[in-house]
Every structure is written in C-alpha cells, then in structure tokens.
C-alpha cells in the first residue's frame, strides 16, 4: 500500500486538510460552521455562481486535497451564503473512473463532516433510463444501487461511523418532502427515482442500459454514490439530485453519447437545480 493511501486511514490527515480550510474560514467569516455541504456534479458547477460572499479555497491550496481533472469540473471549495444560510460547496468532485481510490473521492465528505456540516446535498448529470425520461428532467434521487466499490471497505474509521451503516433510508425523507413543495411552489416538475452508480468511464451498452431498467435503476452515472455511502457512515442526512442528460432508450441509429452534450443538458438544468436547493435551504 503506498504511503499516500495508508496515510488515509490515519484521522490526523483529515484534521490537517480540516485545520487549514478552517483557519482560512476564520480569516473571512470568524467562527463559523456551515449548515450543509453541497457537492456540483458535472455541468452544474453554476450553482457556485449565486453563492454571496463566497471564499473560494482551490484544492490545490488544501493539504492532501485530491485534485479534479474531469470535463465540466473545476477544483475549488466555496464557502458562503445560499437560501440565507451560510454553506460550504464542492465546486468539482473526485470519480472513481479517474484513477482516485474511494478513499481519495470520498476524502471530502468527512472533511464537511469534521468541519460540521448538518446535511450533505448531491448532484450529478445521469442517462435516464427510465421510459417517461426526457433529457432536462430533474430526478430526486429516492435511492440507489451501487455497483461501484463500496468506499468502506478496509479498516473502518470508527471515528466516522459504525463497521456495518445501516442503508435502509439513505436518503432523507424529510428533504425530500421540501423538495417536492419547493418545486411546487416554482411550478417544476420533478421525477423521483432509483440512481444507479458504475464506475465508468465507458457509457452503457444498449444491453447495460436495459439491464439496469430491470433491476430497478430509472438513471444511471459514474458518481454520487461513494459520496453518499461515507455520509450516512457518519449520520449525515443526504439529499440528492440527477439531471438527466440523455435517453437512454430508443436509440436512433444514428445516436452516440457524448461527454460535452451532457455537460451541455447539464447546464442548462443547472439554474432550475440551484432555484430547489436554494429553497430547501431557505426553508432548513
Ligand atoms: N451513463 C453513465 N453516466 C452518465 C450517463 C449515462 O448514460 N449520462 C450522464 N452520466
């Protein structure tokens, strides 16, 4: 094991990335501690965009702070307000088909933890392979299948959380609820469905994409997931939300996937994915 990845296990690396981020909070805000933690999936990074009297902390500036390479990720964590309350977000995330271990991916998940975060709000772009899908659509994210790694695997931090975390509710019911009577109050509206995570970086197969129909998933990605499993490891409440980027049903004879038309469908979605976070916010 390298010395990197057996450093991980070690809670001290997390306390420096955690020391550092909280001076510089200090430097701008005093003694503060952000209510939640929001993590921008690809293409939806504009959501740091609305953040008000944001600190913008680039990961190459954190100690043992992996760095993004992906299309449509930028590396920067951003602190400030949204919906009235103050929050930290994740300009960027860490995927698993990169080459990042689970460790490396999930690494900022405890960092908000250790720096206090009381809710842990996801994004990602996903192929919807639910029929009634349509690119643009916004997807609650009601529960998942993983067919990633599981990122606790190993030593467990018990720190962090228990040996075996319970999964039967991983995501919050409670958030859900505001983010059904935020959409409805903005005249959106949302599909609720099952989020199935592969590791990428290859898209599916028509044969794949039929297959996770079958077992259940109504859309698919490469993320979200690791992210998710390591907070309800520490008893955080998640919300998440997919933006569904392509159909994956009927394929025309002529289609392919391709990474910038979903970083496009992304975008696009983006405002109205900030307006339902925000007012989940607003309402916490
Ligand atoms: N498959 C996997 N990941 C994705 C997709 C998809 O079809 N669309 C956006 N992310």
Redesign the pocket.
Known sequence: MSTQLSNMFDTSVYEEACGYISGRVKESFGERKPIAGVILG?GLGGLADVIESSLVIPYSDIPHFPQSTAVGHKGNLIFGMLGGKFIVAMQGRFHYYEGYEMRQVTFPVRIMKLLGIDYLFVS????GVNYDYRVGDLMIIRDHINLMPNPLVGKNNDRFGPRFPDMTRPYDRTLIAKAEEVAERLGYSLKKGVYLA?T?PT??TPSE?EYFRRIGADA???STVPEVIVARHSGIPVFGMSVI??E?HHFADDFV?DGDD?VKAANEAAGRMTAIFTGILESL
């Open positions: 690809s990602n772009a996903a192929g592969g990428g898209y599916e994409y698919v990605g490469m980027t392509n994956a996937n979903v």
